[in-house]
């Protein structure tokens, strides 16, 4: 039996997935976080939430790395971690640091920071060669300004440089619409997580072609790829995933083209230890392009597509990687061919007043339904925070899942109010 330190995850099904990932590889965890209330809240009404059924729960500053170190020092000499892990994006490299203070399995610190900063990740990813759109990073408006004229071009894509699920990720064809989205961005110095925020802005150029993502897992300098699943996105002007299938329906060379394109991301970034990864790309008319690398599991439900589909479980690969161990990534018969979900995206504010999903969970081929209760306050999404719900779907035969849930989710828009 290992015992792992997880430190902070968000709050949704990868909160539910990694506690019990540790306990079925017989394993045992310390949950470290810097406000408990935060997952007491987002608990379903009347359970305790799995992170919350650790063998211990600390209470720590988790924003202030450099007081956090020793800290967890002094833990450690008590407990004895044998790994450490975090689901969510802004602890990934306070755990890379961690791994690197007590000597336990994991990438490179490094390597982890890189990634995690978009600004830096274009960087890394440029010197080494590796395809990307054009790109500028800035702080000061003149300067924002005439490198969007001048080195990106319009239309092109905003982003900050260190948020997650979409948020600020805007499309912007023009001066104006720059202008705005760059207050918008100037208006938001804090993230969710209480941590300041950088002030730099990405402008990147506007890819065409469809967004994949590469599923991997990265042990003992080797990348495995697991395999690639599609992205449908909505919500102009900004960028909001309304729904995935895996395996994606590509053709041999696009799967290969996305693969290796992913493949060297990571190696340029030395994410080839301890890592799973979920990398971006965009399989344009001019080849494969990188939009971003996430070094951790998939959100969204993909890693439960995966699982579905091939029986591999990346969110306990996540953990036996974080332990030193070879991942189990040998595939099954599960019965399905593809596996799909599709989000329920709201484009309006109000007060829900109804949404039903009409027993669809008792259909063939469905796999999950879950929707918002009525009279929950919504607004129009404008980033992957703000779903109403989502239905998954597989289908033994082929490629069909995502079809399938279309035909789900058009059911479930027909009864939809918001008032």
Known sequence: MAHLLVVESWVGSMSRLLPRSIREGGHEFTFLTRDLHHYLRSAPEGTAHPLLGARNVITAETNDVDALLPEVERLHAALRFDGVVTSCDYYLPTVARIAERLQLPGPRAESVENACRKDTTRRVLAEAGVPGPRFAVHQEWHDIARAAREEVGYPLVVKPVDLCAGMFVRRVDDEAQLAAAVEALEGFPVNARGQRRSPSVLLEEMLDG???SVETVSHAGTVHVVGVTDKSVGGAPAFIETGHMFPAALTGGETEAAEQTASAALKALGLV???VAHTEIKLTSAGPRVVEVNPRPAGNRITELVRHVTGIDLAAAFVEVALGHAPDLRRGDTGLRSAAIGFLVPDRT???EALDG?????EPGVLEVQLSEPGRQVKAAGSNNEYLGHVMAGDPAGAGARDRVESLL???????VIR
Do not use: A, P, Q
């Open 210 to 212: 469809l967004e994949v």
């Open 273 to 275: 230890d301890g890592v």
């Open 350 to 352: 109000g007060t829900l």
């Open 358 to 362: 009409g027993g669809m969970r008792d």
């Open 410 to 416: 058009d059911r479930v828009r027909s009864g939809l």
